[in-house]
């Protein structure tokens, strides 16, 4: 995303919150019911109103880019028609966002540069384990480096 001010980048954030939440709408994920999209509109009516309406300490790009992963990790890294119309929507508004794979990335770079990348970590190294999206070396490679930035953080 180009150098925006935080009013820009909030704005353009909150356009693709309400494309997360458009696109759950119209195609709940696999096992969601009306308690779970409930939750995830409530949630991402909160991430919304942290990115516009900030307490003033926190009305800057570090406390946007941990909201920013907040709102992009499940369509980062989910699956389906509901990922696939959030990416197709936010391409035809050019809002600037793009979809990556932080895993393959963490995994070539051999290094968590930071606490959002941890914190992803964390969440997803289980559950990818029992998916079968990384494999046993993948996982030790991992469970290694998030070790290894554990020493540093302390």
């Given at each position: ?5 935080y ?5 353009a954030l909150?356009?693709a919150i309400?494309i997360?939440?458009?696109s ?6 696999k ?11 409530t949630t991402y009516?909160?991430?919304?109103n942290n ?6 300490q926190y ?5 946007l ?5 907040d709102v992009?990790t499940?369509?980062?890294?989910g699956?389906?028609?509901?990922v ?5 929507q936010?391409?035809?508004r050019n809002l600037?966002f793009?979809r990556?794979n932080k ?7 051999e290094?968590?540069k930071?606490r959002?990348?941890?914190d992803?970590?964390?969440d ?16 030790k490679q991992l ?9 540093k953080m302390?």
């Open positions: 995303m180009a150098k925006l001010n009013k820009e980048q909030a704005n909150s356009e309400d997360a939440i458009d759950v709408k119209k195609f709940p994920p096992g969601f019911d009306e308690t779970h999209l409930n939750h995830f509109i009516l909160e991430f919304k990115a516009l309406n900030p307490e003033p009305r800057n790009s570090q406390s880019a941990y909201i920013k992963s992009f499940y369509f980062q890294e699956s389906g028609d509901a696939n119309d959030f990416w197709k936010v391409g035809e600037g793009l990556e895993l393959v990335k963490i995994l070539k770079r290094k968590i930071n959002i990348e941890y992803f970590l964390i997803v190294i289980v559950p990818y384990q029992q998916e079968g999206l990384i494999n046993a070396a993948e996982a469970a290694k480096m998030l070790a290894e930035f554990e020493k302390h």
